[in-house]
């Protein structure tokens, strides 16, 4: 039996992308603290993590991972 990961979708509001905040660049570090790979448009992305153990701690690590690319953007 193949097992699917477990599926991350970020999005961003209108006008973040032109500031600089991507969600395809959130979703890409959100999914490598899991081990799993992102992609996606600068307003919309989607990631697969493997393990499903680990999505508590990326979503716990979320905040702070956000809050950084949002004071990147100033």
């Known amino acids: 039996m193949m097992m ?7 999005v ?5 992308p032109e500031k600089g905040v991507r969600a395809d660049n959130i979703m890409r570090e959100l999914a490598a603290a899991a081990g799993g790979k992102g ?8 990631a697969g993590v493997p393990d ?3 999505m508590a701690s990326v979503v716990a ?3 702070e991972i956000i809050r950084k690319h949002l004071a990147a953007a100033g």
Do not use: C, E
Request: no cysteine.
């Open 52 to 54: 499903a153990g680990l």
């Open 61 to 63: 690590g979320a905040t």
């Open 39 to 46: 992609g996606g448009k600068p307003h919309m992305a989607q």
């Open 12 to 16: 961003v509001s209108d006008g973040l």
């Open 4 to 10: 699917q990961p477990n599926t991350m979708v970020t």
